[in-house]
């Protein structure tokens, strides 16, 4: 797998900074770009520290032991039964690490202070995503029950879904006036970002083969052909209840799709890829017009489109799995076998149990240390934050 691990993780965070920076208001953008880019720095750290031995240390079921700290017995050599190095295994697996907190600032952006959410997110990277990752990637007890997750839909997708929906209710709504102005003030951007994590995603899904192989192939065609079929429904939903198509909609379809087909994509074919991302944009579609009738605050609807998108996906791996696709894998429900359906539904169940507690248990922590929310007072978010501003105001406008 020749990969530059360095430059996919930087490329990878500048996609999502333009995806969720393009969503929010102006006055924020500084502070949405720099919460998933301050990822880079922290929790890569603590993964090489500490993340990588709780995740893939050989321990027991449910967690790592200390045999690889500070990367100790990490070398250029392959792990017995891999092809490649393993400092390259450990960072490739130190993108995911990076990039799953990230997501949950979508929820938590123009009310928590930037402190506060550093903290939280290395806490919660300990918390909920080492143990995670350890029970189904690193050889643990869902592995164990034959629970299948190609590219990370329950240990990224499902964990930070619901812990954004959880973080979102502990920390609070914004006030009325912050949410009413609440829209993309860069459209433009979220296209690009949008596109940009299309082509991204098949660094996450293919490369999930460990390998330039037929998996790899076969995780590459289900990854697009998913996202563009839950771009088509996404269209025809709105078309249906909107009477337009709108950019920023057409962006966040595919995205669902790209979520919905995570677990799925070394394990089922292209036309159950298209199924699975019809069906997963159905349900984000409904769980987004649900939660705003709770007026519930996820900014960024993190948790109708990575939760519940990961939840539909997780699950439907156990339908559309066939191990005609890959041997290493297992036959779903449509294949005629029924049994991959109950450690699916167990691991999602699992993700969604740690991500609630987990993130109460590291939010009220930091809550203890640091005040959790923003002075609201100041109508400048980003400089009273940040010290800074993305866009120079006192420049004349073109006429």
């Known amino acids: 797998m020749d990969i530059n691990i360095k430059c996919f993780c930087h490329a990878h965070d500048a996609r999502t900074c333009f995806f969720y920076g393009g969503l929010v208001n102006r006055k924020s953008i500084l502070n949405t770009l720099m919460m998933s880019h301050i990822s880079l720095g922290s929790v890569a750290l603590l993964w090489v520290f500490v993340g990588y031995i709780l995740s893939f240390g050989s ?6 032991d200390l045999s690889f700290f500070a990367l100790n017995n990490v070398g250029l050599t392959p792990q017995e039964g891999s092809t490649i190095p393993h400092i390259l295994f450990m960072a490739f697996q130190m993108m995911f690490a990076i990039i799953t907190p990230a997501i949950i600032s979508g929820a938590l952006v123009e009310r928590m202070k930037f402190g506060a959410y550093i903290l939280f997110i290395c806490l919660w990277s300990l918390i909920v995503y080492a143990p995670l990752c ?14 299948l997750d190609f590219a990370g839909g329950t240990i990224v997708h499902v964990s930070t879904g619901v812990s954004a929906l959880v973080a979102a209710l502990i920390i609070g709504p914004r006030n009325k006036k912050e949410q009413h102005a ?26 999930s083969s ?22 088509c429904v996404w269209a025809i939903l709105e078309i249906f209840t909107e009477q337009k198509i709108s950019a920023t909609a057409a962006a966040i379809g595919a995205v669902v799709g790209l979520v919905t087909i995570t677990p799925a994509a070394g394990f089922v074919t292209p036309m159950g890829a298209i199924a699975m991302g019809a069906l997963g944009t159905l349900s984000s579609f409904g769980a987004i017009r649900f939660l705003k009738k709770f007026k519930v605050d996820d900014t960024l609807d993190v948790f109708a489109c990575h939760g519940i998108g990961g939840i539909v996906g997780s699950i439907l791996t ?13 036959d779903g429900l449509l294949y005629g076998d029924t049994s991959l359906m109950v450690p699916q539904i167990l691991s999602t169940l699992v993700g969604v149990a740690i991500a609630v507690v987990g993130t109460w248990i590291s939010l009220k922590i930091v809550g203890i240390l640091i005040p959790l929310r923003v002075d609201e007072k100041s109508m400048e978010f980003d400089k009273s934050v940040h010290s800074e501003k993305a866009y120079d105001n006192s420049l004349p406008s073109e006429t």
């Open 59 to 64: 321990g027991n079921s449910f967690i790592g």
């Open 134 to 147: 350890n029970w189904v990637w690193g050889g643990g007890f869902l592995a164990d029950h034959g629970a």
């Open 318 to 330: 156990g339908v559309f799995a066939s191990k005609a696709v890959n041997p290493a894998g297992a």
């Open 182 to 207: 609440n829209e993309a003030h860069n459209v433009p951007f979220v296209l690009l970002g949008a596109a940009l994590l299309w082509f991204g995603w098949f660094g996450f899904n293919a490369g």
């Open 210 to 231: 460990l390998a330039a192989n037929e998996i790899a192939a076969n995780a590459f065609v289900t990854t697009t052909i998913s996202a563009s079929a839950a771009l």
